[in-house]
């Protein structure tokens, strides 16, 4: 996979503290690279970056193997930024789709061309020559990725381009997004701070935190074998307990957790005695205790007693003592029928394969 | 209540007739404050510019200066001015006391705090990240400053209407540094008090109504374009 850009050694300082030091960073052509992390970690900042409208305290940038220091301009007009807002400029619809072209110099049949295609392209064709303060929310995101498509960029960077728009709209934007960008394979930086949007449309994902990158890798590998602890928690895998390898067979480790308990997992890649035990809620069904959970083939089945009960839209969390932490995620219905209440003894059950060990030294 | 109906009477006819001193001083006057505003655009709104998007030590303390030169009193400017000019001055030898020019200098350094001013509220009353979506467009370092004053033109109509209205209604720097000469230095404003002091009423509120014509008919091709373009 070749690399379209590569920020090597990047540093950027704010009021003299560094806030984000990332030793390598690829985006691929092709690709969509998801940036996810909390508030604050400097996602923002390192978007700026990369798209070259920020200029780091030392490091390099390369596109497509050249450094691009000194020739800022000419890179910037290779890419393209979506942000939170939809930032148009005051006039007319068709005038801020076309602007970056006008900027580039591209002819006024072509501009007017291409601008027509992408506001077609994202549904809001019609709205071609309304005034940008007759528009709603919806429409002026749509609007601005009309813009930034109609530049045809290298590289496209997202910066949280949903995160204002309310539920429905931001599910219709994105959906159309999603086939936009496997439409175009146009290299992509997506910022968010949404896990559901980086596994939606990521095809890599980079755990970014307090200005490190903590783990860069497919979303899916991400997410279900976060680096370490704080990775862990903050991409949804809600229960992380040490734990000690006891013993390996077969490609499934034997986990000793806490006092007397045994958790079965798939063996870690590289053998180690002291791991965390990693496990999404989703992925834990709750049963009376005594009865069976679920046939088949589920290994591990831990007796517990239910603390707190959390509803959480459709869903509710269930967090539950099994000697150790135990969150679960089960169906409204589910709680319905089961009608858990603090105190219940009750068994949580788990197959090995859900159970994610990442090596972890004390 | 016959002064003041022969007055309007004389001024009438005075108006009607094209009296041609009224029309001189007009034009004058008209030439000379705008080209002060002028003036004042070409250094106050790259001033203004400047002073909103760059940090540096002191900014502060210029702004406040700037603020302040808003509401400078005219007859400070004109003293000053004249002390400069005055033939024995540090400028004396440029021979520009009591001319048109040293009435547009004066009136120019009244007008360009009022147009720093409103540049700086202007520009800096933008999305900050405004910036960041024109540079991401693709904008150059002038492309960028460009289309950052187009956004901010409502506040910069506002500047050329508030420094046009400031020095075409000012009166006493145009005395200090231009005198009242006849068919010189003569201007919608110093023309009036002059003829006020001699009684000729006639001629005083002539030029007083031409006075309020012609910054009502600027202010409203101003107000226009900036009033453009549909509203929320």
């Known amino acids: ?362 | 209540m016959d002064l003041i109906w022969d007055g309007l009477r004389q001024s009438f006819w005075l108006l009607v007739r094209g009296d041609a001193r009224v029309y001189e001083i007009m034009l004058r006057s008209l030439l000379a404050s705008g080209a002060a505003t002028l003036l004042a655009l070409l250094i106050g709104v790259p001033a203004g510019t400047f002073l909103a998007l760059r940090r540096f030590p002191g900014r502060a303390l210029v702004l406040s200066a700037v603020h302040s030169g808003m509401g400078l009193p005219p007859v400070v400017v004109g003293l000053v001015l004249s002390v400069l000019f005055w033939r024995t001055g540090p400028l004396g030898d440029l021979g520009l006391l009591y001319t048109v020019r040293a009435i547009v200098i004066a009136q120019t350094v009244i007008a360009t705090p009022i147009v720093t001013g409103f540049t700086v509220a202007g520009i800096q009353a933008l999305d900050p990240r405004l910036r960041l979506q024109i540079l991401a467009l693709g904008a150059s370092r002038l492309q960028l400053l460009w289309l950052l004053l187009k956004e901010a033109r409502l506040p910069l109509m506002a500047a050329v209407i508030a420094a046009f209205g400031a020095v075409i209604s000012e009166v006493g720097a145009a005395i200090q540094v231009g005198s009242i000469i006849r068919g010189e230095t003569e201007l919608l404003t110093t023309a009036t008090v002059l003829a006020t002091q001699r009684g000729d009423f006639g001629l005083a509120f002539a030029l007083s109504v031409i006075l309020l014509a012609l910054v009502f008919c600027v202010n409203a091709v101003f107000t226009l374009i900036q009033q453009r373009g549909p509203r929320p």
């Open chain 1, 1 to 362: 996979m070749t690399a379209r850009l590569t920020a090597t050694g990047l540093r950027v300082v704010r009021s003299g503290r560094t806030v984000l030091e990332v030793d390598r960073l690829e985006v691929h052509e092709g690709e969509v690279l998801g940036i996810i992390g909390p508030n604050g970690a400097g996602k923002s900042t390192l978007l700026q970056a990369l798209a070259l409208l920020e200029r780091p305290a030392s490091g390099e940038i390369a596109f497509e193997g050249a450094p691009v220091r000194g020739r800022e301009l000419a890179y910037r007009r290779r890419m393209a930024v979506v942000f939170q807002d939809p930032l148009l400029l005051d006039g007319g619809v068709e005038h801020n789709v076309t602007l970056g072209l006008r900027l580039r110099g591209v002819p006024a049949k072509e501009r007017r061309a291409r601008a027509r295609r992408w506001l077609e392209r994202f549904g809001v064709a019609g709205l071609a020559g309304r005034h940008v303060r007759a528009l709603s929310g919806g429409e002026a995101q749509r609007v601005s990725l009309a813009r930034a498509f109609a530049l045809e960029p290298e590289v496209l960077f997202l910066d949280e381009p949903f995160s204002s728009l309310d539920a429905p709209t931001r599910e219709a934007l994105l959906s159309d997004l999603d086939g936009v960008l496997r439409e175009t394979r146009t290299a992509t930086v997506f910022v968010t701070h949404d896990r559901d949007e980086a596994l939606r449309l990521s095809d890599r994902v980079a755990v970014l935190m307090a200005g490190r990158v903590r783990q860069v890798g497919p979303a899916w590998e991400v997410f279900a074998a976060p680096a370490d602890g704080e990775v862990a928690a903050f991409v949804g895998v809600e229960t992380v307990v040490p734990g000690r390898v006891a013993g390996v067979s077969d490609g499934l480790a034997r986990v000793a957790v806490g006092e007397g308990i045994t958790v079965w997992a798939p063996a870690p890649p590289v053998p180690a005695a002291e791991v965390l035990v990693c496990l999404r809620p989703e992925n834990v069904a709750i049963a009376p205790a005594g009865e069976p959970a679920e046939a088949g083939s589920v290994r591990n089945r831990l007796p517990g007693t239910v603390v707190r009960v959390v509803p959480a839209g459709f869903q509710a969390r269930v967090e539950l003592d099994c000697g150790f932490r135990l969150s679960a995620l089960i169906t409204g219905q589910s709680l319905r029928e089961l009608a858990l209440r603090p105190g219940d003894r009750v068994t949580a059950a788990f197959k090995a394969t859900a159970v994610h060990l990442i090596p972890h030294a004390r």
